[in-house]
């Protein structure tokens, strides 16, 4: 069931954003997958199978991002998902996505509390997807409320799915606006 045409690997390493250079510079990785989606052209009332066929390209995916971005899954501060359906899609073929690459993401990583954000819509060949990411143990440290933007020239086509998955080794470079630090998590609730 499962298609895949292309994946596609992206990592940033900030360095400053205006302020002082960082001691460490933060890393922003992204994973995008083109899959061709089974569903386009026509609805479909049960569409969960495909969800459960995802798993293993969850893992597969969380897995090349991880190593991009250094191997090391203690180094992994925050992250988030999302999907852009093709033109022929619906927004509800790119909800599959929470399930295996949330999952995957969390498994891979060990302590991951926070729910994972997501991001789905549809879109034409060679839109972006600007996912959101947040601390992966506490949703409300607030240094960590960002985004990496996803996009591949040639995807998704009408009939395919865009699956992304973002992590990062940081929050935003110069923080400052307040609110729960990642110091400062304390319930342990993916929460605060």
């Known amino acids: 069931m499962i298609e895949v ?3 596609v690997v992206t990592v940033e390493e900030v360095r400053h954003d205006g302020g002082p250079v960082l001691s460490l510079p933060i890393l922003k990785g992204a994973v995008a997958c083109l899959v061709k989606n089974p569903f386009a052209g026509r609805y479909e009332a049960e569409i ?3 969800m459960e066929a995802l798993k293993p390209l969850g893992v597969e995916c969380a897995r090349k991002l991880l190593d991009a971005l ?3 899954p203690g180094r992994i501060e925050a992250y988030g998902k999302g999907s852009l359906v093709g033109a022929s899609g619906e927004l509800e073929h790119g909800a599959l996505w ?3 690459g949330g999952y ?3 498994e891979l990583l060990g302590q ?3 729910i994972v954000p997501s991001m789905t819509k549809v879109g034409p060949m060679g839109a972006s997807l600007d996912v959101p990411i947040h ?3 506490a949703a409300y440290v607030r240094s960590h409320f960002d985004g990496v933007t996803v996009a591949v020239a040639d995807g998704p086509r009408a009939d395919e799915i865009l699956f992304a998955l973002a992590m990062t080794t940081g929050g935003r470079p110069h923080a400052r606006v307040g609110g729960l630090t990642k110091d400062a998590i304390g319930k342990w609730d993916g929460q605060r």
């Open 98 to 100: 929470h399930v295996p």
């Open 70 to 72: 250094g191997g090391d």
């Open 48 to 50: 969960t199978p495909m």
């Open 5 to 7: 045409r292309k994946i």
């Open 104 to 106: 995957a993401m969390r």
């Open 112 to 114: 991951a509390l926070a």
């Open 135 to 137: 601390h992966k143990d």
